[in-house]
């Protein structure tokens, strides 16, 4: 039987375990990369296991989230980053190089290799045919210091695309149809592999902005061949020798098939506020528009911000749109600069932001109340923007360009002769923003300033826990909502006592002020419980208020994996009706002495007398870390 491209990357690096689905595997990690916001964690944790020297092929740690510098917080983090990165053999992307999965893909992307980054859109490398993971900064630090990333052997979804995509159709409308299909949780525990005809007709940047998507479905990893698009994509960034040709066997079996007829799509819209909200833009009509933004991991290429470019030249933003554009990396910024089309960006009336996430994080450019904000990016979840009754739709380079000028949601079909840019034959190459560790390590002396605290260290679990539910809540709870982002809560990224305050802000101001009140607590959620980033302090700030439990009807897999390095037990109801028999408030019993053995555990609700019985789903492994407050307790515990 024949082996698709995700079974062949996972067995050259199965270290252990079987590939079953659904079955606890260890693979090894040949690359990481870190951002800053989650960054200054995962290198104070791997500063914590006390290994001198990264043990990967590659680490690379970028600073492109924090970048508004309002307070000293933000420029002190970007400091320990330089520092702790050339003390302990990690490559420093500085601020102004650009935003991580950008860089990563034009710069060190190699096909065929693993790569762990502590950001949800690392798939974004598969674009080039990488087994890219996002997962929680822990994760990637245990993975630095040479240990192997554990994860349920996803099964393989095989994509077939045929057809080509018509004029003014792009990448952005062929994941937003696949998320219209599938749905937000449409991924979850698998590996999208894409095949067929189609494949051909897509350049590496558009097969990233498809991948970088993969995340918004729930999957583990999306992944395309490493074919000749990818080797002219590879030599064009002065980096042939890094190809190599990846290919699905013919006769290859996958677990799960969809085809999608490219020739078909049409351009869509992501409406508000979740990214499977899709339609094409002719059903959802003209809406007015106040703000268009355009940038971030998904859609920041030298051919997207091209095409925004010819749109715009040598015309006006509407009067009533504010036009944001943030260019994906310095070499995409510089090459726009050089050829003249940011000339045409610029006399167009667009406000040009650093080369950074941004807006699509709530770093500034937060849109006017009850404003309608279009953005080429790949979140649109309530309140992310900063405003917390902005509409975000999300949409293609093209549709966005072409609304700024119309001044509401436009089809861009309707602006006539489409614009062709073909994939330059040579970028721009300067690594100088990207600096090396440093040859003796010795010399370099780690700057932590005041925002730098020390990592809280959990307890070990107690046999039986007694507490209260601090917040029940439905489905598709975004770690958005547990952990809000924004320019005002990011800076606090290395202070949990501070940052914790904001858990669950959004939803129930009062809930750090409860949980602390009471001493923790459990959390009761719906289905696709923490969908989205990877940020592992939606699970460190909940355990810092004594969080004990999550009871949900299903997980996202990385917050369920941060959960669970973190000491929280990640409880799934096996009769979705008992969900109904908990309220907030409700006093619960749960006993964990039996966890190992049983694989479930009872929950009794003291309000109402009633026994659940929950699945914890944990491997023996898992169990133990729970059992020991979290992974830093339990690889202390072994080391010792
Ligand atoms: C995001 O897009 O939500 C982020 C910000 O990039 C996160 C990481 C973070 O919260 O720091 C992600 O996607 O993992
Ligand atoms: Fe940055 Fe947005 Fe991409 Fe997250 S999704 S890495 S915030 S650009």
């Given at each position: 039987m024949g082996e698709n491209i995700?079974?062949?990357?996972?067995?050259?690096?199965?270290?252990?375990?079987?590939?079953?689905?659904?079955?606890?595997?260890?693979?090894?990690?040949?690359?990481?990369?870190?951002?800053?916001?989650?960054?200054?964690?995962?290198?104070?944790?791997?500063?914590?296991?006390?290994?001198?020297?990264?043990?990967t092929r590659l680490s690379v740690s970028y600073?492109?989230?924090?970048?508004?510098?309002?307070?000293?917080?933000?420029?002190?983090?970007?400091?320990?980053?330089?520092?702790?990165?050339?003390?302990?053999?990690?490559?420093?992307?500085?601020?102004?190089?650009?935003?991580?999965?950008?860089?990563?893909?034009?710069?060190?992307?190699?096909?065929g290799q693993t790569l762990l980054g502590s950001d949800s859109h690392t798939p974004t490398g598969g674009g080039i045919g990488m087994l890219a993971i996002g997962a929680g900064g822990l994760d990637v630090a245990v993975a630095m210091g040479g240990g192997p990333f554990y994860l349920n052997m996803p099964k393989v979804l095989n994509i077939k695309?045929?057809?080509?995509?018509?004029?003014?159709?792009?990448?952005?409308?062929?994941?937003?149809?696949?998320?219209?299909i599938l749905s937000v949780k449409g991924g979850v525990g698998k590996v999208i592999e894409y095949s067929g005809p189609g494949v051909a007709t897509l350049s590496v940047p558009e097969r990233a902005t498809i991948t970088n998507m993969g995340a918004e479905l729930g999957a583990t990893t999306s992944i395309f061949p490493s074919d000749e698009v990818t080797r002219l994509f590879l030599k064009a960034q002065g980096r042939e020798q890094d190809w190599q040709e990846i290919k699905a066997d013919e006769d290859a079996v996958y677990d799960e098939y969809l085809e999608i007829n490219l020739s078909e799509l049409e351009p869509m819209v992501a409406q508000p506020h979740s990214p499977d909200r899709v339609a094409k833009v002719k059903e959802v009509g003209p809406i007015a528009v106040n703000q268009v933004a355009i940038g971030s991991c998904t859609n920041s290429s030298f051919t997207d911000m091209m095409k925004v470019a010819g749109i715009l030249k040598g015309k006006k933003v509407h009067p009533d749109v504010s036009l944001v554009i943030s260019p994906g990396s310095k070499q995409?910024?510089?090459?726009?600069?050089?050829?003249?089309?940011?000339?045409?960006?610029i006399s167009a009336g667009a406000r040009i932001l650093e080369s950074a996430c941004g807006p699509?994080?709530?770093?500034?450019?937060?849109?006017?109340?009850?404003?309608?904000?279009?953005?080429?990016?790949?979140?649109?979840?309530?309140?992310?923007?900063?405003?917390?009754?902005?509409?975000?739709?999300?949409?293609?380079p093209e549709v966005a360009a072409a609304s700024a000028i119309k001044g509401v949601l436009t089809d861009p079909r309707d602006l006539g002769a489409p614009i062709e840019i073909a994939q330059p034959e040579k970028f721009l190459i300067d690594d100088s923003m990207v600096l090396p560790p440093a040859e003796d390590p010795s010399t370099v002396e780690v700057v932590r300033g005041p925002n730098i605290k020390p990592l809280p260290i959990n307890r070990e679990l107690p046999e039986k826990v007694e507490c209260s539910v601090l917040l029940k809540v439905g489905d598709n709870i975004t770690t958005d909502h547990i952990m809000p982002a924004g320019a005002k809560i990011l800076p606090l990224r290395s202070n949990i006592p501070a940052i914790s305050q904001y858990v669950f802000s959004a939803i129930d101001p009062t809930f750090a002020e409860r949980a602390l009140a009471a001493g923790g607590g459990f959390i009761v959620g719906g289905h696709n419980y923490g969908q989205g980033s990877s940020r592992e302090h939606a699970a460190l700030a909940p355990m810092y208020l004594g969080v004990k439990a999550v009871l949900a009807k299903s997980f996202a897999r990385i917050h369920r994996a941060n959960l669970i390095n973190f000491g929280i037990v990640p409880l799934t109801f096996i009769n979705e009706a008992d969900y109904d028999a908990i309220g907030q408030g409700d006093k619960l019993a749960i006993d964990f002495s039996k966890m190992a053995e049983a694989g479930k555990v009872t929950v009794t609700n003291l309000a109402n007398g009633k026994e659940i019985t929950m699945e914890h789903g944990l491997s023996p492994r898992q169990v133990d870390i729970i059992k020991a407050g979290g992974l830093l307790n339990y690889t202390k515990k072994q080391n010792s």
């Open positions: 995700a079974q062949k990357i996972i067995k050259a690096h199965l270290v252990s375990g079987q590939m079953e689905p659904g079955k606890e595997i260890a693979i090894k990690i040949d690359q990481t990369l870190t951002q800053d916001a989650t960054g200054t964690m995962a290198y104070l944790q791997f500063e914590a296991m006390g290994v001198p020297r990264v043990k600073v492109d989230h924090n970048t508004l510098q309002t307070g000293f917080e933000n420029a002190d983090d970007h400091r320990f980053l330089q520092t702790v990165a050339a003390k302990h053999g990690i490559y420093f992307s500085r601020p102004g190089n650009g935003i991580c999965h950008q860089v990563h893909l034009e710069r060190f992307g190699v096909p695309l045929t057809g080509h995509l018509q004029p003014w159709v792009s990448a952005k409308d062929i994941i937003l149809e696949i998320l219209r995409v910024f510089e090459m726009l600069a050089r050829n003249g089309a940011l000339a045409d960006i699509c994080i709530g770093m500034g450019q937060s849109p006017c109340s009850g404003g309608i904000s279009l953005r080429t990016f790949n979140r649109n979840f309530e309140g992310r923007s900063g405003t917390a009754d902005a509409q975000i739709y999300l949409v293609s």
